[in-house]
């Protein structure tokens, strides 16, 4: 036992190295620098982004791909949308003030330009595979885009790991907490549960998962901002008063009130960069391997899709999150995570149902997160070893969405989030170097516009 908790400790504090000052400045750092290099793409393109994601709905089936844009899209904001979004931004506010939920706004934005380059990379030098379908993402722009075959290897083992961690277990244990609290089932019968629907689904590859997706997504995030929304209505005489919080606390410490301890800038600061990266994900090369199926014959057109997950995730999602936690008044009650969104919604609602509604909220969130990652795991062991290995992985995913149900996972989150924050190096490496791709291939759509 005492061995246990040295290999915990040990990897804890590797964690915490892996995502500290360093990491997080090359990743916002890599969104500044292509803000700038795009020419803030993601401010005045971000109107036709959302026409061609929600309205313009016709892609070009003729076009090489396995999914349409939006089920790209959807399929990429399975993985995003997640626990982070109800708990991750809980934890920003109760330990760094109401000023993190300004710099989670700044990570989004600067995100959004990383997210629509890495697209545009993984459309870019996507190939087809024997059967015809697409594979693509960072392993494949790195290697072909840099030719370092070495680094694109790193990047694939890290993610397969990954995805058994963030996007697997750990959801599936975030499901079953949440299910044994509310509804008072047994974990294994939630973990059973879920193995079996799981299976079903990705048992189809990446067009039963975007046809799934394209329906789940939708359904949950638009049942997350409506219970939001209605807070916010009830509370509407606060939301001045939210807004003033937010931009006074973002630049100015926060002093110690009720049950919170207080926070100087540089931990508001630190909180609200990391749990927006940690929400959005641009930047770590997960959502590239999505848009790499989607049916296009233009990088650009699939990039500007890709572009609005990063604003859902953080613009909208966690802006309500952070706004029912700070207009209800319960930020600084000394609750955190999941714990402090339910009783936000709990004193918004005037009643217990905004446990129902976090708890809903949870499930269906990390469900579809392990429904996403389950394909990036997948293509990253494609990469690594062929597609000999597709089914034994996917009977592997399902069995261990089961056993991470019932079992205890401080080592499993931690090895997971040191693998998972490690996979943004080789990708901010590529980005940084094929930058210059990225801009001609937008000039280049822009020009024929």
Known sequence: MEIDRTILNIVQKASEY??????????????IFLTIRLRGLQFHGLFHSLYLAFIKRREDEA????????????????????TGNIAGVAIAIAVGGP?????????GLFGMATKYA??????????????????????????KGLGWRWLAVVFAVLASVAAFGIGNMVQSNS??????????????????FL????????????????????VLVPVMIVFYILAAVVVLIINFRSIPETVGLVFTHAFTATAATGGFLGAFVKDTIRLGVSRGVFSNESGLGSAPIAAAAAQTKN?????????????????????????????TGVWNSGATGAELT????????????????VAVGLILFAYSTMLGWCYYGEKSLEYLFGSKLIRPYRFAFCLAVFVGAYTKLDLVWAVADVFNGLMAVPNLIALLALSGVVVAETKRFYKRR
């Open 118 to 143: 890495e697209a545009v990379l993984a459309v870019k030098y996507r190939e087809q595979d024997n059967s015809g379908s697409m594979r693509g993402g960072p392993m494949y722009y790195i290697s």
């Open 63 to 82: 076009s090489e791909g396995d999914i349409t844009h939006f089920q790209a899209l959807m399929t990429a904001l399975s993985a995003t949308v997640g």
């Open 99 to 107: 000023g993190a939920l300004f710099w989670m706004w700044i990570t």
């Open 195 to 214: 193995a079996v629907i799981t299976g079903c689904v990705i048992i189809g590859g990446i067009k039963t998962i975007g046809r799934v997706t394209s």
């Open 299 to 327: 990088p650009v057109t699939q990039a500007l899709v890709s572009m609005t997950q990063t604003f859902i995730d953080t613009i909208v999602v966690c802006t309500l999150t952070g706004f029912v936690i700070l207009t």
């Open 175 to 192: 499901v079953a907490e949440a299910v044994s609290a509310t509804f008072h089932i047994e974990p294994w019968i939630s973990g059973l």
């Open 18 to 31: 892996v995502w500290g000052a360093p990491m997080l400045v090359l990743l916002v750092g890599t969104g």
């Open 342 to 357: 339910t009783m936000a919604f709990n004193t918004g609602l005037k009643g217990s149902i905004g446990e129902i509604i």
